[in-house]
């Protein structure tokens, strides 16, 4: 069974830096890209950021490029998110997603939340 847990959320002054991580198990890990999603109140899930298995592909949304940088340890089966210069625009419930066997599995999400 897939299960995927984020950590690493909350409460953060504009700025200011976080970072998300999320363990996943029940798979491949190293086999399959992995992104990371946020969803606003009244707004819709949107894709954040997604890495390759093997890493060494990343691509971003433009709204978050150059302040959010994910990363993954393929040794300890996890993905990360670091985010910085953290806007109030940011704040959102952010989760981990991963696609395996043609199902999308989904984290319980991890809540952000930037303001003075």
């Known amino acids: 069974q897939v299960q995927l847990v984020e950590s690493g959320g909350g409460l953060v002054q504009p700025g200011g830096s976080l970072r998300l991580s999320c363990a996943a198990s029940g798979f491949t890990f190293s086999s399959y890209a992995m992104s990371w999603y946020r969803q606003a109140p009244g707004k819709e899930r949107e894709l954040v950021a997604v890495?390759?298995?093997?890493?060494?592909?990343?691509n971003y949304a433009r709204s978050v490029m150059g302040r959010f940088a994910i990363s993954r340890d393929n040794a300890r089966d996890t993905v990360y998110l670091q985010m910085n210069s953290l806007k109030p625009e940011d704040t959102a419930v952010y989760y981990c997603?991963?696609?395996?066997?043609?199902?999308?599995?989904w984290g319980q999400g991890t809540q952000v939340t930037v303001s003075s």
């Open positions: 997603k991963a696609v395996v066997s043609g199902k999308s599995w």
């Open positions: 890495i390759s298995g093997a890493g060494g592909g990343r």
